[in-house]
């Protein structure tokens, strides 16, 4: 079976790497890639996703935070051929509904200034050969800020809830334990639009699917069987 895996807001496979490597073996992994430069609007990504899959007669599909909301959008262009999909740490709306206001704001020397700042804490934190602060400079080094400006100012002003409550395939919602950058609010709303979604809780903060790959590999394995 072909778990089609669509990245967070670096919108690169650096991140997926551990849990690519904990899927059982009859999980057949794609990463669908984002453009580094470019448009980067959730209708065009679409589009670049509808071209990565097209040979794929049936598929699974996993959008990470950034990327949810993209998942469900091709669960409605593709009903016969998108058999599950899952929602990891993600939303259908803005999870920070009170910045949404400024969001023309989000430029790409804001969004450098955002990640410097968040980058000091890891780097005194973390000793130089750790992983994680490895793959955040590879994705310092792959990804401008003017690109992520871009996808924030998108997940922003997003609304899937329309293809949320059009999602006839089966749906999971990843959850990480403590997740500081999606709230649980965000599962509580797709839970309440879609009771029947399945609800499942790994421990860990927003990179849960990196630091606990795992927990949250048994999780895909268990729902997509």
């Known amino acids: 079976m072909v778990l089609v895996l669509l990245p967070g807001l670096d ?3 650096i991140f997926l790497q551990p849990l690519l490597a904990a899927l059982p073996e009859k999980i ?3 990463v669908v890639t984002y453009p580094e430069t470019g448009i980067q609007r959730y209708a065009h ?3 670049v996703v509808r071209k990565a899959v097209a040979g794929i007669p049936a598929f699974h599909v996993l959008g990470w935070s950034f990327s949810g909301p993209l998942a469900l959008m091709l669960a409605a262009a593709e009903p016969q051929r998108v058999r599950s999909v899952i929602l990891s740490a993600s939303f259908v709306r803005p999870p920070r509904p009170e910045l949404s206001s400024i969001r023309f704001a989000v430029s ?5 200034l955002w990640r410097a700042a968040r980058r000091l804490p890891l780097w005194l934190a973390r000793p130089r050969g750790d992983a994680f602060r490895l793959a955040k400079s590879q994705t310092w080094r792959r990804i401008p800020a003017r690109t992520l400006a871009v996808r924030m100012r998108e997940v922003m002003q997003v609304d ?3 293809e949320l ?6 749906l999971l919602y990843l959850a990480a334990s ?6 649980r609010r965000c599962a509580e709303e797709i839970l309440r639009l879609r ?8 421990e860990g903060e927003h990179f849960a699917m990196y630091t606990n790959p795992r927990a949250a590999a048994r999780a895909i394995a268990e729902f997509i069987a």
């Open 45 to 47: 990504l679409l589009e």
């Open 160 to 162: 899937a809830r329309a």
């Open 28 to 30: 057949r992994p794609l």
């Open 108 to 112: 790409g020397a804001s969004m450098w």
């Open 178 to 183: 403590r997740d500081g950058m999606v709230p």
């Open 195 to 202: 009771p029947a979604t399945r609800l499942a809780t790994i």
């Open 11 to 13: 919108g690169t496979e």
């Open 165 to 170: 409550s059009a999602c006839r395939q089966p």
